[in-house]
Each structure stands twice: as structure tokens, then as C-alpha cells.
């Protein structure tokens, strides 16, 4: 079986990139490992730059229910400073919008296989062989990866510049008051040898987004609930967020070995590489999001327009260096030492200076 163009993942990169060839009339099959959407490790966080590119698919997040999210705080032990964000964000749960962005893909035409993964990815002459982990194999002229911040075997990243962060995270059910507390701002909250992010989503519930060192992991003996003790010991402003709550999940889900800093280098191997595939930047700037969809949309002009891979990669890494570089040092900067934390309890703006040079800039916006 030959096909013109296979997607290799089903979240915001490769569903959106896939819709986008769909409705241009070209013939995409679109792989997506997973039966159903399931809960990812991710802030989400829907920043300005999002929703622009999710309305150009016309999907609108609050009819699913997603949470406006107008303000942004930084704490540690207690509140240090609060600012307002530079735009209007909306919160909503990536089970809910995966699920939502790929059946519009499959509603404009695109040919989704669920459940199936792609094992193996070799080239041959002038065609790609994909083998599939179900078996089977699919040829195709060309080959977007869109799998995220997980990698497909033989075709690995590198390891970014701040690459030693363990992601957990952990839906709760706040309680009233807290509930009414943490509506409409995310908060950033310090701890030693980590920082989570806590946001209200949709159906009343919480996502607290959490990354801690490896070393400091270790020796919290790799526990979930000895981390958590951790950053309510060393943040009693955590602590009373979290006084009353109830977790949703039975365990947290969890991911290792991001490559924060991460860019593709462009190269010739004639493959796109989509989202994460293409660049990682650190879960507390929000706009992960963002760059999977920039990704999409960027890609399916570029190939609709005869373009080959490298031109799109010189595009990414030209629009993304700035806030990918910024995003990164602070996240090292988080971890290590409380120099953000002074400046910002003295220059609260400081925050929402980090928030528009950690964005996509708005010159290289697809329209």
C-alpha cells in the first residue's frame, strides 16, 4: 500500500498538519498508537497563539468547557507576586482537546487508524516503508513524526539543554474555597530541586503539573507522595491549595527524560518532524501548545507549496530560538536558585515580560 503522506501521531501537531492536507484534497493516513485520548503529561495552558490556530480549524475550547485564565502568580513558601498576562488564555485537559482535534481531522477527510503505532521507519529510494508494531507496512511518499515528546525507535532527539526534569502529574478536586481562590490565574510554585504549575481546567478540577530533578527524585526514593510532601513542606502555600483536595487519578501520570531546549537541526533526511519531534520548550512558559500547532499549520503550507523538510526547520528554529532559549535558562535557573523569585517579589511585572518573550512571535504566524 502506497500512500502520498502518513502521519505518525494523533495530538496537536499531527491531526492539525493532517486536516490541513485533507482539505487541500491530498491523501493522508494519520497513526495514532492510542485507542482513545488519554491524559498526557502537559500544563495546558492555551495561549493567544493556540486559540488563533485552533478557531482557523474551527474549534472553539469553551464549548468544551475550557477555563478562562487572565492572570498569573509566582509563589514559594507564600504568594510572592501576581500580575496579569498579556493576553486571554483558556485552560482545557488534552484528553478533551486531543479527542476534539482529531475528529475534526477525520471529519475533513483524513484517514485515522487508531490503535496502531509505527515500530519502524527506513527509506527506500524514494519511498518511506513503515512497519507497523500490529504488522503489517505502509509506504509512503512522505512522512510527518508527530509522536511527541516520545521518540520513535532509530529516529531519537538529543537531549536539549536542561534535560535532567521528571514531569508528574495530578488532577485534583479542590475545595470550594480553594477552588474560588485559584479561578482564572495559573500559579508558579517554587519548591527545592523543582516548580509545579497549578491551574483550574474543566469540571471543576485542577491540574497540578510538576517536574523535580532526578537527583532530587532519588532521594525522595522515586514516591509520588514524597514528593508532593516535599513541595507542601517547602511551600505552604502549595500546602493550603491542597488542604481538603482529592486527587482523580490513582496514580500520577508521569514522563522522564524531556528534552527541554530542544531544537530539530536541519537536515536533509527528507522527514518532517512535527511538535516536540521539532522543538521542546519548557511546560511553565505554556506554550508547548502553541508550537505543536504552530508546527501543523507551518508544515502543511510549506509541503502544500512544494517545499522541502529543511525549509521548515530553518523556519522553526528561526522563530522559536528566542523563546526556546529564554524558556530554558529560567527552568534552570527554577530549580537552582531563588533569584527569579527575589526579582519578581520586587518586579511582579516580571512575569508577564517572561510570558510575551517566551511566545511565538507574532510576525511568524501562519494567518
Known sequence: ?????????????????????????????????????????????LSREALHYLSLQGINPTAFGAVPISGVRLAARELIAETTL????????????????????????????????????TRSRELWDLGMDQGGSVRAQNVFLATGKHDLRGWLRSKGWHNDLVALKMYFRL????????????????????????????????????????????????????????????????????????????????????????????????????????????????????????????????????????VFQQQMRRALGRGIGVASALSQLLVRAPVLAQIARVRPRLLRDIAILTRIPESALIL
Not at 494519520?30 to 503529561?41: D, G, M
Not at 530542544?262 to 512558559?285: E, N, T
Open 1 to 45: 500500500m502506497e500512500r502520498e503522506a502518513v502521519v505518525i501521531g494523533g495530538g496537536l501537531a499531527g491531526a492539525s498538519l493532517a486536516a490541513q492536507l485533507a482539505r487541500a484534497g491530498r491523501d493522508v493516513l494519520l497513526l495514532e498508537r492510542t485507542r482513545s485520548a488519554h491524559h498526557k503529561v502537559c500544563g495546558e495552558f
Open 86 to 121: 498579556p493576553f486571554t488564555a483558556l485552560s482545557l485537559t488534552r484528553r478533551t482537546l486531543d479527542e476534539a482535534i482529531l475528529r475534526n481531522a477525520e471529519a475533513v477527510g483524513v484517514e485515522v487508524w487508531r490503535g496502531t503505532s509505527a515500530a519502524l521507519l
Open 175 to 310: 475545595s470550594k474555597i480553594q477552588q474560588a481562590a485559584l479561578f482564572g490565574f495559573v500559579e508558579l510554585i517554587l519548591f527545592p530541586g523543582g516548580y509545579t504549575g497549578l491551574q483550574p481546567v474543566e469540571n471543576g478540577e485542577a491540574n497540578l503539573c510538576l517536574l523535580i530533578t532526578r537527583e532530587q527524585l532519588r532521594r525522595l526514593k522515586g514516591s509520588w507522595e514524597a514528593v508532593l510532601e516535599h513541595a507542601c513542606l517547602h511551600s505552604p502555600h502549595l500546602r493550603d491549595r491542597l488542604s481538603g483536595s482529592q486527587p482523580l487519578l490513582d496514580r500520577p501520570v508521569a514522563l522522564s527524560s524531556i528534552p527541554y531546549g530542544y531544537r530539530a537541526p536541519v537536515g536533509s533526511d527528507g522527514i518532517w518532524r512535527l511538535g516536540d519531534q521539532s522543538a521542546v520548550i519548557p511546560s511553565f512558559s505554556g506554550d508547548g501548545m502553541s508550537i505543536a500547532l504552530h508546527s501543523g499549520h507551518l508544515a502543511a503550507n510549506l509541503f502544500l507549496a512544494g517545499k522541502m523538510p529543511y
